[in-house]
């Protein structure tokens, strides 16, 4: 369960999406995938997921250039640790990725949602 204090960065971030999570949010809003329901940038404990999908235990999580510098790939890797054992899976996508093939991403999603357990 979040604090408050998350859900109040989870509410400014809401508001302020990059380019690239704001186009695939218009890709999975209102169910238009698969029938699936994603919240974006929902809190789950101390993080916040850039979108979930709670009935497949499902993060999706668009990473800008910045995931490659050393210091936050070891953040994401204890964060996807402690997800998992939240039995939360996650799915990494490259933000370049989303702009030039939001189709390859969307069938990637597709594949995660419907390849894990529920």
Known sequence: MADSISHERA???RRALTPPEAQLWTQLKGRKLEGLKFRRQHPIGPYILDFYCAERNLAVEVDGM????ADQARHDERRTTWLALQEVSVLRVASCDV???VEGVLN???DAAFTRKA
Do not use: F, K, P, Q
């Open 11 to 13: 509410r400014h971030m």
């Open 66 to 69: 910045i995931h490659g510098d």
């Open 99 to 101: 702009r030039d093939d």
């Open 108 to 110: 990637a999603i597709r």
